[in-house]
């Protein structure tokens, strides 16, 4: 059963609600020079938390774990971040566009049961990489927190958790920031003990799937087990901070959900051949050229895996559709559901860029080939000499929970929720 229970928040001390400068995205799409940008309009942007200064090598001194310690330490003896004055469910709200029309997204955050994924509680959709498992580990170890939350879904197609909402957000609220995307998040903290008792039970039952954060998830399992490997076996807690992770928790019903595509570019070890690029492709794929104005829209109605294709010397992609006389289970020999065997992502990774560009994750150098791109316009015009362009559809939301519930997991990137959730809203002691 998923254990959920209101926590303790830390929260910017500020003069009003407005947080807009101390907020950012998510640590992993921050480059250099928006991390720069950040800590310039305001050098207590939560970034120098996520992302301290100093070398990622830890057993150097000075490095970025050391540093983000020190800040999260003089943060919360000088004021910066003050703690709330006991449990508290927070409700998040965010607005925002999607081709011109509004959007709402609402979560509770809330503390959640560190589970190992194989005990089919917390379920993953999305490999992880080792690289950066190991950055979010040393910075977790070093502050014993969570600086930003997990992004988790659950299901509740009766929508029993609208009326909590509604009541919950009927308050005050506690925090809000526009980001440089327009993205409007609202915060509200409800000491409501009721709130927090109905969501115990309603959430009890239920399985959580990852949508986002996987990396932050697996960290913190990392950090339980390495505090119960110190903790004193006399110890009187029972049920330590440590054996949870700050989590937004969004119904995965909810029509207003915006799941969103990422796009690939690879490009060849070798020199591409366009020509017997496509006659490989011919094996497997209907090829044939789509509408010129949004060659996009000629996924939507195609009820196999589909993608767009676009080499560098095409003015136009081409419409590559599965063949439906193609045995999946021959073509993609491997040990994995129906399911898996049948995502967009998981098609291209195993016919396409595994044996065609020699790209694949049990191979992570190769990765280096493979570029993400969020928009399909962006990836079409990302063409280069010996790459090829793919764009693709949406993953499902019964996509997703059935392969999670098959113990499998996704490609990577196979998911883009929009908008992804701010840093810097609520932070989460571990201690």
């Known amino acids: 059963m998923a254990r959920v229970r209101p926590f303790r928040g830390l929260r ?12 950012a995205p998510p640590y992993d799409v921050i480059n250099d020079e ?24 830890p057993t150097q001194a000075g490095n970025r774990y050391e540093t983000g310690a020190a800040t999260w330490d003089e943060w919360r003896k000088d004021g910066t971040l003050v703690a709330d004055d006991g449990p508290r469910v927070y409700v998040l709200e965010q607005r925002f566009s999607v081709h011109g029309s509004p959007v709402r997204r609402r979560a509770f955050i809330l503390e959640v049961g560190l589970e190992p994924f194989s005990a089919g509680v917390v379920l993953p959709h999305e490999r992880t990489l080792p690289k950066a498992l190991g950055d979010r580990f040393e910075l977790t170890k070093s502050t014993s927190a969570n600086l930003s939350q997990v992004f988790a879904l659950f299901d509740d197609a009766e929508g029993t958790t609208d009326a909590l909402f509604d009541a919950a957000t009927a308050a005050t609220p506690v925090a809000r920031a526009t980001d440089a995307d327009g993205v409007s998040s609202t915060l509200w903290a409800s000491a409501d003990t009721d709130l927090a008792a109905s969501l115990s039970v309603l959430l009890a039952d239920k399985r959580i799937f990852i949508a986002d954060g996987h990396h932050r998830y697996t960290t913190a399992l990392a950090y339980r087990d390495l505090r119960r ?7 009187e807690n029972t049920d330590p901070a440590y054996d949870y992770v700050m989590m937004a928790l969004v119904n995965m019903e909810d029509p207003e959900l915006v799941v969103m595509p990422t796009h690939r ?15 490989a492709l011919a094996r497997w794929f209907e090829l044939s050229v789509p509408p010129t104005e949004k060659p996009w829209h000629a996924l939507d109605s195609i009820d ?17 559709v599965l063949r439906p006389d193609v045995d999946i289970d021959s073509a993609i020999p491997l040990e994995r559901s129906a399911a898996w065997k049948h995502l967009d992502v998981a098609v291209l990774q195993e016919l396409i860029l595994d044996p065609l560009l020699d790209i694949h994750p049990d191979r992570p150098d190769t990765l280096d080939r493979l570029a993400f791109v969020k928009g399909a316009e962006a990836a079409l015009e990302m063409g280069r000499q010996d790459s090829v362009a793919f764009v693709l559809r949406p993953t499902r939301m019964d996509q997703l929970r059935e392969v999670a519930m098959a113990g499998e997991t996704m490609p990577q990137k196979s998911t883009y929720f929009y908008p992804k959730l701010l840093s810097g809203l609520v932070f989460r002691s571990c201690d």
């Open 12 to 23: 910017y001390r500020t003069d009003g609600p407005d947080v807009s400068s101390l907020i």
């Open 34 to 57: 928006q991390r720069t940008a950040l800590l310039q309009g305001n050098p207590r942007n939560v970034v120098a938390l996520e992302l301290p200064e100093g070398p990622l090598d």
């Open 265 to 279: 570019v690879a490009t060849s070890a070798t020199p591409l051949d366009p020509k017997a690029f496509k006659a």
């Open 304 to 320: 196999r895996p589909a993608f767009l294709v676009k080499t560098s010397d095409d003015d136009a992609p081409l419409l590559a």
């Open 229 to 235: 490997e110190q903790a004193d076996a006399a110890s």
